[in-house]
């Protein structure tokens, strides 16, 4: 059984490519498409709900934008860019796909990473998992006390929360604070033994950015602004992503 | 590491895991470095709501990991960790999912009892600290 062809109309023509191509540098090579196919040949989203990365851009190209803004395709890519990679022409199709969810109504953007995305805009942590400034400190120094007594090799060991100073400003994924709070303990001891010095933030701790993979610029834009500026405000040279 | 700062980044960690499980213990995938496959876990997709496409996209994924024979699959990306422990989880546990931090601390004897939540039953009890 094939798929009735799809018919395609004299007069259309691609507003969305079009308006990508503008956004992105040199047009992104958007319009460089051999069809080779060695993008979707390699892609693991490859036949998901019967699209892959070659359609995808052919659509687009051929102006059947209704039907590339409003394929659920957009949210099955990862944009993990070996496409990019392995094209001869170096065309950008991830940076598409991350547009065709950019033109999704913010409502109807998958729930899980909306709702992680405004979690996330609620307070300065920037925890996805609502994870308050006192929550994170409390965890982190309960959880030292408890390793200092236990072990006697890292009696000294620190764990800063908001060391002034301080060279490196590390970042923890909500998770381990929230659900698994002794796997935060081996990397502690790894930084301690090699006499790194070190600081958490309550403010712009939490690791993660879903309002980046929502495709909401502005909300990302606003936790990378809120993050870098709790690096600058201790004072660190550099800051660490565990993400 | 590798998608931000590139394959050289990457022989570092190379350097760090074989230094940490020995040489002879190190089994590359194919196909590896840039030309790698995306575990599926990333781009927002653990939280998207669509498992089974994710679980789909993952196949490729687990079939590499699944040829190396490997007992455990080092996945310092909390995404990947994820994604790689639920396609591990729905298959039996055919290999573990482990943090690099998890096996450098081991490998310095260093890694107390209630720190080995991912590793399998043949290392829940080497080398324990503290025991």
Redesign the interface.
């Known amino acids: 059984m094939t798929e009735p062809a799809i018919k395609l109309g004299g007069k259309r023509r691609s507003v969305f490519l079009d308006k990508v191509k503008e956004l992105l540098p040199e047009g992104g090579n958007l319009d460089l498409c051999l069809t080779c196919g060695a993008c979707s040949s390699?892609c693991?989203?490859t036949g998901?709900?019967g699209m892959d990365a070659r359609k995808f851009l052919r659509m687009a190209a051929l102006g059947l934008d209704e039907e590339v803004m409003k394929s659920?395709w957009a949210?099955?890519?990862?944009?993990?860019?070996?496409c990019i990679?392995?094209c001869p022409m170096k065309i950008n199709i991830p940076q598409l796909v991350f547009y065709a969810r950019q033109s999704w109504p913010r409502e109807e953007r998958?729930?899980?990473?909306r709702?992680?995305c405004d979690m996330a805009l609620k307070n300065d942590t920037c925890s996805a998992m609502g994870a308050t400034e006192e929550d994170f400190q409390f965890v982190v120094e309960d959880v030292l006390e408890e390793?200092r007594e236990?072990?006697p090799?890292?009696k000294d060991m620190e764990a800063p929360v908001n060391k002034q100073g301080a060279y490196y400003f590390l970042n923890q994924?909500s998770?381990e604070p929230v659900t698994?709070p002794?796997?935060m303990?081996?990397?502690w001891?790894?930084l301690h033994?090699v006499g790194a010095d070190w600081t958490y933030g309550t403010k712009g701790w939490a690791?993660?950015n879903?309002c980046m993979?929502?495709a909401d610029d502005e909300s990302w834009k606003h936790i990378v602004e809120v993050k870098a500026k709790a690096v600058e405000d201790l004072g660190c040279k550099v800051w660490l992503n565990?993400? | 590491m590798r998608?931000s700062f590139g394959d050289p980044v990457a022989e570092d960690l190379r350097f760090v895991v074989k230094s940490v499980v020995g040489e002879e213990n190190f089994i590359e995938m194919v196909p590896n470095r840039?030309?790698?496959?995306?575990c599926?876990?990333?781009?927002?997709?653990l939280?998207?709501?669509?498992p089974e496409?994710?679980r789909?996209?993952?196949?490729?994924?687990a079939n590499q990991i699944l040829s190396t024979g490997a007992g455990y699959c080092i996945t310092?990306?909390?995404?990947c960790h994820s994604q790689i422990h639920d396609l591990s989880e729905i298959r039996d546990h055919p290999w573990q999912s482990v943090?690099l931090?998890?096996l450098?601390?081991l490998s310095?004897g260093?890694?107390?009892e209630?720190?080995r939540?991912y590793l399998g039953e043949d290392l829940k009890n080497v080398a324990v600290?503290?025991a």
């Open positions: 390699g693991p989203a998901i709900g659920e949210w099955h890519c990862t944009m993990c860019q070996r990679y392995v998958p729930k899980g990473i709702g992680s390793y236990a072990q090799d890292f994924n998770r698994e002794d796997e303990v081996p990397l001891k790894i033994l690791a993660e879903y993979f929502m565990t993400e | 998608k840039s030309n790698n496959y995306c599926g876990g990333g781009g927002g997709f939280q998207a709501g669509y496409e994710r789909k996209y993952g196949e490729m994924k310092p990306c909390h995404n943090h931090w998890t450098i601390c310095l260093i890694l107390g209630n720190e939540e600290y503290g």
